[in-house]
């Protein structure tokens, strides 16, 4: 599902929009490109610290947007490029996932953990 141009964003810094929705209005946290773990059962990791309406939206809607992208990579004709994730989140409070991104990330409060249904290149 990921490809080599996704992974080449990853290496690059850049910001991550988080799109939630409950209530028929969106909300939108962010994080940065290099805080992000991509698992092989295409899940990805994301550390969070506040994100109290994501999670409050989540737990009513767990479907999830995420964007990200860098101008340092090459896109479909020009330079930059970026990402559309779409999928299911869950918040996670313990376990293997939740250790993984601690590591990484010892700020965090929970483990944002988002299971990836698509992947488009959108530039």
Excluded at 18 to 25: A, H, K, L, P, W
Excluded at 35 to 45: A, Q, S
């Amino acid at each position: 599902m990921f490809t080599e141009k996704f992974f080449e964003v990853l290496n690059k810094e850049g910001v991550v929009s988080i799109v939630t929705s409950s209530n028929n209005e969106a909300h939108i946290a962010n994080t940065w490109n290099s805080y992000l773990i991509v698992l092989d059962d295409n899940k990805i990791l994301i550390p969070a610290a506040a994100m109290i309406k994501t999670e409050e939206n989540i737990i009513v809607n767990p479907k999830v947007k995420l964007t990200l992208g860098s101008k340092e990579v090459m896109g479909y004709k020009y330079m930059g490029t970026g990402f559309l994730l779409e999928g299911t989140a869950k918040l996670l409070k313990e376990g293997e996932n939740f250790n993984k991104m601690k590591e990484k990330c010892p700020f965090l409060t929970r483990t944002l953990e988002v299971s990836v249904t698509s992947c488009k290149q959108t530039l």
